[in-house]
């Protein structure tokens, strides 16, 4: 099984700026992506940043130019630097890995979530 462990969130000041990170663990054989959702009450869960094991990234059209997603390969972790923050980022914010547990199986999986507010 694998785990990810999320951190970082809390409340920030419109325009400001906030880090979350997260850690994968477990019965890990290969990690084809990682990435960051947001979820609002009610709301579909959406897309905010993705990064593959080749570095390449895919970002929100909202959230372009503002938030950058990174990771250190060998940790298997990855980083979101929000920055600018509106109050429309306000949300729910959930890890995801898809990760291969074997040489030909693998899953998707999910962190717990963390609180992300934007408010003054």
């Known amino acids: 099984q694998v785990q990810l462990v999320e951190s970082g969130g809390g409340l920030v000041q419109p325009g400001g700026s906030l880090s979350l990170s997260c850690a994968a663990s477990?019965?890990?054989?290969?990690?084809?992506?990682m990435g960051w959702y947001r979820q609002a009450p009610g709301k579909e869960r959406e897309l905010v940043a993705t990064?593959?094991?080749?570095?390449?990234?895919d970002y929100a059209d909202s959230v372009k130019g503002r938030f950058t997603i990174s990771k250190i390969n060998a940790q298997n972790t990855v980083y979101l630097q929000m920055n600018s923050l509106k109050p429309e980022d306000t949300d729910v914010y959930y890890c995801?890995?898809?990760?291969?547990?074997?040489?030909?199986?693998?899953?998707?999986?999910w962190g717990q979530g963390t609180q992300v507010t934007v408010s003054s």
């Open positions: 990064i593959n094991a080749g570095h390449g990234t």
């Open positions: 477990g019965s890990i054989f290969r990690v084809v992506a």
């Open positions: 995801n890995g898809r990760i291969y547990t074997s040489p030909t199986s693998w899953d998707e999986f």
